[in-house]
């Protein structure tokens, strides 16, 4: 009969987060020295896997637990190196009462919490594994380790397997772009879904089993995962820390990991008009840094040859031509032959989305930017057709946008501002309404019914140049 050993998982929250009680084993039993849960065997078959982790509780630590407080955790299928099996039940307890302390000197040398971000080594690997597949909120898992593995947990030889329970897998992707990730950064203990909410947005958060966070994105074409990958690896690490750093790509699975950008979304904050202007400001300065950096050598990103501003007007115009008011069409059409009558204007790098959701306020004040998948060479006005909606009725806005850009906008720039502006509130209309996303077709009928109303964009040259 296969043995069944229950295991304490005492949470407490910490100051860096929670934590959980460890204690080490000593003496001569087995696996002396290494870290591991209070835990013990059920004794006999009288008793329950939940009297029997109360009990095993009180007599190594000295901590009362109501059997009502304990909460099912997960459970490892184990087979040790040296082939003996056994099943672990792990028990998660929020509440007891008392001070934990060493209660069996003989067999115990030391307890404390420990950060799940910052274990103690070495660590059992049976019991490492439960700690693992806890964090990735699994609640089976296989740990069948091989004759020459170490008792302690080694990465290397990391044998843990989880074992999904009925349904969807949540959002985790796919089994390819899990083990791309993992040999990219070792065990994920956590996946959550940080896409928007889009059919073709693909994008997770994950937190590795020995601490770290990363960001992992999927592309819906080949275009897009150049161009990000492009932008990355030339232009971003310019930005001197206000973008994020590519830690691994893979072509095959259109796929990337980076790293995590400390920030909160400027997308729906909220802040006091003078939090705004200070904040426009520093988005005009990082727009200025980022069309500052020096365009490819080929004038294409990694092979990607940028598309005229305009060369996809009819495509677009046939696209969204159902969705658009009386009047929409013929304005866009005459906003671009303007800005094409003032001749092509000099490409620069572009972010190609800048808008606040891609952008992050630092708890520093630091304005930082995200997501490069539309990142190619373009004219500069293409980064400014989607930032200034916010500037409708907040001349003050635009004001702080263009001090800290360095400068305001000539009347070649304006036309070009509005033909661009145009052109993506049609593309918007289309795109949004496809994929689901209001937000995008709101914003594209706001300012094609400015062009209606015969409004270009004062505000986005302040004493202006002709």
């Known amino acids: 009969m296969v043995p069944i050993d229950v295991h ?70 184990h087979r040790a190196p040296g082939g003996s099996a056994r099943v672990g039940v792990l028990f998660e307890v929020r509440r007891w009462t008392g001070t934990p302390e060493i209660r069996e000197k003989a067999v115990c040398d030391g307890m404390g919490w420990f950060a799940f971000d910052a274990l103690p080594e070495p660590m059992v690997a049976y019991c490492r594994a439960g700690l693992d597949a806890y964090r990735a909120g699994i609640a089976l898992a ?64 994950v937190r590795g089993s020995a601490g770290g966070t990363w960001f992992v994105k999927a592309h819906p074409s080949e275009k897009f995962h150049r161009r990000e990958v492009a932008a990355l690896r030339g232009w971003v690490p310019r930005l001197g820390g206000a973008g994020p750093r590519l830690v691994a790509a893979d072509p095959e699975l259109r796929a990337v990991v980076v790293t995590a950008v400390e920030g909160r979304s400027l997308h729906g904050a909220v802040l006091t ?61 005459e906003a671009v032959a303007v800005a094409r009558g003032f001749g092509p204007l000099d490409p620069v790098v572009t972010h190609g989305d800048l808008q606040l959701r891609n952008l992050l306020l630092g708890a520093d ?31 003050d806005l635009a004001a702080a946008f263009f001090a800290g850009y360095g400068r305001p906008l000539t009347g070649a720039e304006e036309a070009h501002l509005a033909a661009a502006a145009a052109l993506d509130s049609v593309s918007g209309i289309s795109f949004g309404t496809r994929s689901g996303d209001p937000e995008l077709v709101e914003r594209g009928r706001r300012i094609l019914a400015r062009l209606r109303a015969g409004t270009t964009w004062p505000y986005a040259r302040p004493g202006g140049a002709s």
């Open 273 to 333: 008009g003078a939090e705004e202007r200070t904040v426009f400001e520093s988005i005009g300065a990082l727009t200025a840094r980022i069309h500052a950096c020096p365009l490819p050598l080929d004038g294409a990103a990694d092979g990607i040859v940028p598309v005229g501003p305009y060369d996809r007007m009819e495509r677009h115009l046939e696209a969204a031509r159902p969705l658009l008011e009386p009047g929409d069409e013929e304005h866009v059409r």
């Open 8 to 77: 304490l998982l005492a949470v407490r929250d910490g100051e860096s987060g929670p934590e959980v009680l460890l204690s080490r084993r000593a003496g001569g039993v087995y696996a002396s020295g290494m870290w591991h849960l209070p835990s013990g065997h059920v004794d006999g078959p009288f008793e329950d896997v939940v009297t029997a982790v109360a009990r095993e509780t009180s007599e190594e630590t000295g901590l009362v637990v109501d059997p009502a407080e304990v909460r099912a955790a997960v459970t490892v299928h």
């Open 142 to 205: 296989l740990h069948f380790q091989e004759p020459d593995d170490p008792i302690a947990y080694d990465p290397a030889r990391d044998r843990l397997r989880h074992v999904r329970g009925p349904g969807p897998a949540a959002c985790e992707p796919p089994r390819t772009v899990r083990d791309f990730v993992e040999r990219a950064v070792g065990r994920i203990a956590t996946w959550t879904d940080a896409a928007w909410a889009r059919d073709n947005s693909n994008a997770w958060q």
């Open 365 to 395: 004040g630091t304005v930082r930017v995200i997501d490069f998948e539309r990142s190619e060479p373009q004219p500069r006005v293409r980064d400014f057709a989607r930032i200034v909606d916010h500037f409708d009725g907040r001349d």
